[in-house]
Structures are given as C-alpha cells and as structure tokens.
C-alpha cells in the first residue's frame, strides 16, 4: 500500500441518492465507509428529481417492484425521523395520498386495468387505490380544471424536498464517519487477494467490498469486476414556478406544490441518448397540460426550468447485482431514489454488509439481463 492509498470497508462508487442512501445503511451497520464522488459536471439524476415518494401504479407487469415500492413508502418515516434526529434536516416528507390526473376517458380506463392487475397480484389489502370522478377528485383538489375526466386516488403516496434528502443524507453520513472523496473519475478497479482495489487518477482505495451505485457509469464500472449492468439514459424536464398560495394538498403525477410554496411541473419521459438541454417544445407541452389540470397556473411565473437524466433499465425496474467472478462487489442502481431511499439504507445496506441476499430482490438481478435483451416499455 502506498502513501495515497485509503483502506475502509466498503467502497461506494457514486454519491447520489442512490450510493448515499447505501451508505448511510453500511454506517448503520458498523462499517467503514469511503464514497467516492465525480465531478460537478457529472450527469446528477438526484439534483433533478421529482420528489415523488410514489407506490400507486408502480410495478405494472411486476408485482415484485410494486411490493418493493410499497415497502419503502412504508419505512419513510423511520428514515425522515433518524435523519432529522441525526442532522437536523427536515427532509418535508409529507404522505397525504397522491392523485394520477387522466384527462381523457381512455387514459382513465387504461389506468384502472394497470391498477385493478396490480392490486390482485400484490394481494395486501393496504395496497389500494380508488377511482374518481371529476367531481369527487375536485373535492381533493378544488382547482382541478374541467377538462379533467377523472382520477385515481392511493393513500400510499407522497413527496419530499429530494435536496434537502441529498443534503441530509450527506450530513449523516460525514456524521457517522464516511470518507468521502469529491470530483474524482474512477479508473480502473481490480481485485487481488480478496480485496478491491480502486484508482482515480493519482488516488487510490482499497476494501473488501465496493458497491457500485454511479448512475450513468454504473455499467461501465460495473464491467471491470465481471458485471452487465445495463442502463440508459431517459430524459425528463421540469419547471418550478415562483412561490404561490397553497392549493394543492396532495401530490398528483404532473404537478405538486413543494414544501417552499413553489410549484414543481413535469411529467416527460424522452428518448434521447444524453441529450440533458432543456427544449421549449417539450417545456410548453408539460405546461398546457398543466393549465388543463390546474387553471390557475395559467398567470403563474416560471422561475427556473431544467432537464435531468434518468437511470433506466432496459425495462424500467431495478438491478441489485453481486458479482459471480468477483465476489464482493455488488451493483446498485435504479430510477426511483427518492421512493426506494428507504429499502436501500434498511435492506440493501445488510445484504452488502452480510452477503445474505434478501428475497424481497430476487426479482431484480442484472443477470436477466444480456447484450441482445430487447428494451420494454417502462413498468415505472
């Protein structure tokens, strides 16, 4: 070992949502951790998330993802409690019951089918949702706009601040003791000896067990210990308006008012490589849809607008991946960090730290995956 060399437990490539939330949970357990981070310029999906922490409709054509998301709304409060109490942080969880607007009798219909399936196969009578007529939606949302048709209601879902969870998650881990290495490009990882060796540049770091949780690296990284991970970008764009009286109680799939006063639009789901602009076109569709939902939003202004990047699978759901030929690394990805926060510091921080892998993740192994696997529409 050399001067610049850093031992610890674990390695987490990647500082996101996702390796953070990791993170914290390998802490929870005892471990010494050491997370490594890229550059400001990286692609970051967590500094342009929702803030959805979202069950209903999720896992349409995988009922095990409907479980595992249902499962983490669950834990939320455990986990916005111990970060507060750990950092001071109010993370502004709020879980009132989310809305999915439908604007035409189609799309409603479409939508009771995808839910009704889910239902019968989760087969756990808290896993609910109820359909609504306009009328009865307006009652949760008394500004919806009359071009709405109908909706349907979960009590299952809700919303945080998801900066204010990066920040906090961060907070907790300097907290609890992680090493964490800032705007660094990983290289090369090797395993010799039953330990992992890991090189940015001039700097290195060695450990028995790394997880890779680097977004958009994920399967690069994930190559070099034996691994195909696959994943690919999806492209969404949101805007926030300036602050606005409070009006919208709950969360709804294209639109929520955040704990700030402002209010978040954006519903895109695009194909577009790595194309991370900003396009007006699409900015104009996401607020006329808006407007059909909300009228009143029509005289509000925008204050700033982005784009961010998805992580997705080739079918939309998660991979939790050790690998065979280097036993000790283990990949971690998926697109729904906010929503998954929870089982990834509570039930995949153990499966790294003991090796046991849960059966809540059977379903989701990057092995199901080959180069020649078709991409499928998203089950999100």
């Known amino acids: ?103 035409s009798e189609d799309e409603l219909a479409q939508r009771v089918d995808k839910l009704r399936w889910l239902e019968s196969e989760v087969g756990d009578p808290a896993y609910h949702s109820t359909v609504l007529s306009r ?55 090797r395993k010799e000896g039953g330990i992992f060796h890991v090189r940015a540049g001039a700097q290195a770091w060695q450990a028995p067990r790394i997880v890779i949780a680097a977004g958009h690296a994920t399967q690069q990284l994930s190559a070099m210990v034996g691994m195909f991970v696959p994943v690919r970008p999806n492209k969404g764009q949101v805007f926030i308006t300036e602050r606005v009286q409070p009006f919208l109680p709950h969360p709804t799939n294209y639109v929520r008012q955040t704990d700030e006063g402002t209010v978040q639009i954006g519903d895109s789901m695009q194909e577009l490589g790595f194309d991370d602009m900003v396009r007006v076109p699409e900015n104009a569709k996401i607020a006329a849809r808006a407007v059909q939902c909300f009228p009143l939003l029509a005289n509000a202004r925008v204050v700033r607008t982005w784009a961010a990047l998805r992580v997705m699978s080739p079918d939309g759901f998660p991979m939790y991946q050790e690998s065979e030929s280097h036993p000790g690394a283990f990949a971690v990805t998926c697109h729904s960090g906010v929503t998954l926060a929870a089982q990834h510091v509570y039930c995949i921080a153990p499966w790294v730290a003991t090796g046991l892998r849960p059966a809540a993740i059977e379903a989701f192994p990057a092995t199901r995956f080959t180069p020649e696997t078709e991409v499928k529409p998203y089950g999100i």
């Open 1 to 103: 070992m050399n001067n610049n060399t850093y031992s610890s437990d674990v390695i987490v490539i990647g500082g996101g949502l996702v390796g953070s939330s990791v993170a914290y949970g390998l802490l929870r357990q005892g471990l010494s951790v050491t997370i490594i981070d890229g550059a400001d310029d990286t692609l970051r999906p967590s500094r342009g998330n929702f803030g959805l922490v979202w069950v209903q409709g999720k896992g349409y054509g995988m009922a095990d993802y409907a479980r595992w998301s249902f499962g983490s709304a669950r834990q939320w409060p455990a986990l916005r409690d111990e970060l507060q109490a750990q950092t001071g942080i109010d993370v502004e969880l709020m879980q009132p019951g989310g809305l999915h607007i439908c604007l």
């Open 135 to 189: 009328d009865e939606a307006a009652q949760h949302l008394p500004g919806l706009g009359p071009e709405v048709v109908g909706a349907t209601y979960s009590a299952m879902d809700g919303h945080c601040n998801p900066l204010k969870l990066l920040r906090a998650l961060y907070s907790a881990n300097i907290a609890k003791g992680a090493r964490i290495h800032n705007r660094m490009q990983v290289d090369a990882i």
